[in-house]
């Protein structure tokens, strides 16, 4: 059964960092177009950042622009979100999401479809 595996959340502080991992089990990530979500709580589901596997292009949320890095290695089979200058409001339920050959842009913005993939959810806090 195809499914995302993610890792990396935690507690950490403001100002601080946090690297969150995605990989793929019983398929590989080429053609797909991966990213991230989260849910804070009493918020919406958010589309963070999204990364397309065949041309690396990216979007970001304006929230997280500048302090946010989304990466691919192709060799890991696995997506990376390196998360720096945390801020309290960063704090959610980061969902790893894949779709295969949509657009960074579709992901983000609209989510997987049935057809697409929702992981299972990491939790990242941000606190003194």
């Known amino acids: 059964q195809w499914h995302l595996v993610e890792s990396g959340g935690g507690l950490e502080q403001p100002g601080g960092s946090l690297r969150l991992s995605c990989a793929p089990s019983?398929?590989?990530?080429?053609?797909?177009?991966i990213g991230w979500f989260r849910q804070a709580p009493g918020k919406e589901r958010e589309g963070v950042s999204c990364?397309?596997?065949?041309?690396?292009?990216?979007y970001y949320a304006d929230s997280v622009k500048g302090r946010f890095t989304i990466s691919r290695d192709n060799a890991e089979n696995t997506v990376y979100l390196q998360m720096n200058s945390l801020k309290p409001e960063d704090t959610g339920i980061y969902f790893c999401?894949?779709?295969?050959?949509?657009?960074?842009?579709?992901?983000?913005?609209?989510?997987?479809?049935?057809?697409?993939?929702w992981g299972q959810g990491t939790q990242v806090t941000v606190s003194s």
């Open positions: 990364i397309n596997s065949r041309d690396d292009s990216t």
């Open positions: 019983g398929f590989t990530f080429q053609l797909y177009t």
């Open positions: 999401v894949a779709e295969y050959l949509t657009h960074v842009q579709g992901l983000c913005i609209s989510g997987p479809s049935d057809a697409g993939f």
